[in-house]
T-cell receptor, first 114, second 112 residues
Framework: DTGVSQDPRHKITKRGQNVTFRCDPI?????LYWYRQTLGQGPEFLTYFQNEAQLEKSRLLSDRFSAERPKGSFSTLEIQRTEQGDSAMYLC????????????FGPGTRLTVT | DAKTTQPNSMESNEEEPVHLPCNHSTISGTDYIHWYRQLPSQGPEYVIHGLTSNVNNRMASLAIAEDRKSSTLILHRATLRDAAVYYCIPGVNNNAGNMLTFGGGTRLMVKP
């Protein structure tokens, strides 16, 4: 399977702990996106990379969130000092640059903060 | 971002066609219209896109109104595996990184 993969698929953590998620995009895709989805809602954009450069961050991405994409390949999303409100599905997507700009999503990492 | 209006839910019988409407009256002239769907417990899945003309692919057809203010996703023969939330996303172009703005979508239920 050469699709987008995410690890772990599920994470349960206690409030105040740090967590890190990984996303491996489709290999030839130079754009990588992170979204967050809470129950019953559509996904919301968090941030995106073109190659290794982080080009945009949403207002949703507080200072406790940081994302990296070293060498323009896989990406990590870290949440420091987790809060119960961070409980959500974190989705990663990748895309080629150029029209029609369709994105390919991974299965997501479900985070539960207790 | 272009605003969208979709029905919250729709129901279909298996093997029958389904027409999922979307209004996007504020779409810009160069914006693609994308449709994604999300099956239970999975990430969203790209379905189809269009700009001005009607489009067909192996998953669905997309009918775009002449004024581009609305579009309809057509599943020609619904199967149980098509039960999902369908999102209409206008406003996809090369500006602002093409991040997708998901609305509430339409939850499609398929009855056997």
């Amino acid at each position: 399977d050469t699709g987008v993969s995410q690890d772990p698929r599920h994470k349960i953590t206690k409030r105040g702990q740090n967590v890190t998620f990984r996303c491996d995009p489709i290999s030839e895709h130079n754009r990588l996106y992170w979204y967050r989805q809470t129950l019953g809602q559509g996904p919301e954009f968090l941030t995106y990379f073109q190659n290794e450069a982080q080009l945009e961050k949403s207002r949703l991405l507080s200072d406790r969130f940081s994302a990296e994409r070293p060498k323009g390949s896989f990406s990590t999303l870290e949440i420091q000092r987790t809060e119960q409100g961070d409980s959500a599905m974190y989705l990663c997507a990748s895309a080629r640059w150029g029209p029609p700009y369709e994105q390919y999503f991974g299965p997501g990492t479900r985070l539960t903060v207790t | 971002d272009a605003k969208t209006t979709q029905p919250n839910s729709m129901e279909s019988n298996e093997e029958e066609p389904v027409h999922l409407p979307c209004n996007h009256s504020t779409i810009s002239g160069t914006d693609y219209i994308h449709w994604y769907r999300q099956l239970p417990s999975q990430g969203p899945e790209y379905v189809i896109h269009g700009l001005t003309s009607n489009v067909n692919n192996r998953m669905a057809s997309l009918a775009i109104a002449e004024d581009r203010k609305s579009s309809t996703l057509i599943l020609h023969r619904a199967t149980l595996r098509d039960a999902a939330v369908y999102y209409c996303i206008p406003g996809v172009n090369n500006n602002a990184g093409n991040m997708l703005t998901f609305g509430g979508g339409t939850r499609l239920m398929v009855k056997p």
